[in-house]
């Protein structure tokens, strides 16, 4: 624990202010047990009107490992939740999501009784959604159960509970269920002196594009609605999209908490002016030349050759086509359902079965073989053997199901 040297006038004069209820709790307490309550009392006065009424004051103060109020306030929390009939699973995830929230004590100790059930029913349905894809029926029914139980909360002020269901969702790695159940819904709530027809607009772009926009400010949603105007097709709904799945990947891990992307009317604009640029001149960033880049397609499609793999759509799409720094050049081999199948089943005899065979099995579902998957002849990796070939970059080369999540532009065919 932190060493808090106070003086015993200090501590007589904090103390003097807690219920006199709550001192008698407090008769085995430790010197450095006082000292400590002091110090978080110094720090935020207004604690000793949020101490009355718990059950284990100094049961929470001596696990305490620092001397903020925030602190003792948060395990005084994950004793009411528990005491609601939370587990400590739900307790650790509740009080852990508000922190990540930044919801403070105050706001939480408001909670009913009966509020806390409901953030434990609702933190069990995201936890059923963790790590669902978003075509999975049953993830949309988690999401709506959890918005169900968060619309029932009333000790708090409608904004602070919304705010309470977004950051227990995105602690789960999933957006706010009230945004998700219809983004442009909330979008027009949201941003009322957007004309409706230009709001329209994004009710042309796929749900996955318009969930990058959770977070977005008037102007971000303004910017996108600008370039719908001027870009009608699909680029900038797939940027949008490729912004989500990129923030989503890490909050997939155990552990990992949602963000949702930012400045994405700044993004967008930038990722449309270096596409424009990567069109015009029909090569990606990451090589000097387009001869380079020629180089590297040819190296792709023998390498793909040789292994039976069909070459006649060979796309370059991710970074690599919108940014001037790509990190490596994502290649996509488009090839149509039965032949992705085909071509499937073909890795996973090879494979020698076990994880390999899950593996590729894994991949098969997302609509995405990974050239790590590529068995019966994967000795090196397509992308090891094309990585360098034009350019400094390494590749990432996957056969990718026509229609699927992974079908994602923008798109530079050669």
């Avoid at 819904?185 to 959770?214: C, Q, V």
């Avoid at 270096?274 to 030349?289: E, H, I, M, S």
């Avoid at 001869?291 to 292994?307: I, N, P």
Wanted: charged share 30%.
């Amino acid at each position: 624990m932190t060493s808090i040297r106070l003086s015993r006038r200090c501590v007589s004069a904090a103390l003097g202010l807690v219920d006199d209820k709550v001192l008698r709790t407090l008769t085995s307490a430790q010197q450095e047990d006082l000292e400590r309550l002091t110090a978080m009392i110094r720090e935020d006065p207004a604690l000793v009107t949020r101490l009355p009424g718990r059950k284990n004051v100094l049961g929470a103060l001596k696990g305490c490992k620092t001397n903020e109020a925030s602190e003792l306030e948060r395990r005084l929390f994950t004793q009411r939740l528990t005491e609601a009939g939370a587990s400590g699973k739900n307790a650790t995830r509740i009080t852990e999501a508000l922190k990540a929230g930044n919801i403070d004590g105050a706001s939480a100790n408001l909670l009913t009784d009966a509020d806390l059930a409901r953030l434990k029913n609702a933190d069990d349905a995201l936890a059923q959604a963790k790590g669902k894809r978003d075509s999975d029926a049953t993830k949309a029914a988690d999401l709506a159960a959890a918005k169900t139980e968060m619309d029932g909360v009333t000790g708090v002020s409608p904004r602070t509970r919304d705010e309470m269901r977004a950051a227990l969702a995105h602690y789960h790695g999933v957006v706010d269920p009230a945004f998700s159940a219809d983004p442009v819904a909330a979008l027009r709530a949201k941003f009322p002196k957007i004309p409706p027809g230009d709001m329209s607009l994004l009710g042309t772009l796929d749900k996955d594009a318009l969930l990058a926009l959770e977070s977005a400010t008037e102007g971000d949603v303004r910017k996108v609605i600008a370039r719908l105007k001027s870009n009608p097709g699909s680029d900038v709904g797939d940027l949008l999209k490729s912004f989500y799945y990129k923030q989503r990947k890490p909050a997939r891990k155990e552990g990992e908490v949602y963000e949702p992307p930012t400045k994405v009317g700044d993004r967008v604009d930038t990722a449309l002016d270096n596409l424009k640029q990567v069109r015009d001149r029909g090569f990606p960033f990451g090589f000097a030349t387009k001869a380079d880049f020629d180089k590297f397609m040819v190296s792709v499609k023998s390498a793909l050759a040789k292994r039976s793999i069909p070459n006649g759509d060979v796309r370059i799409h991710g970074s690599a086509l919108h940014s001037t720094t790509p990190g490596d050049i994502d290649v996509a081999v488009i090839v149509d359902g039965p032949t992705f199948t085909k071509l499937g089943d073909r890795f996973k005899a090879a494979s020698g079965g076990g994880k390999q065979a899950k593996a590729v099995v894994d991949d098969m579902n997302k609509g995405k073989i990974a050239s790590s998957n590529f068995y019966g002849a994967n000795d090196p990796l397509v992308a090891h053997e094309v990585s360098g070939v034009g350019t400094s970059l390494d590749a990432q080369v996957s056969i990718i199901r026509a229609g699927s999540e992974f079908d994602l532009g923008p798109y530079l065919n050669k």
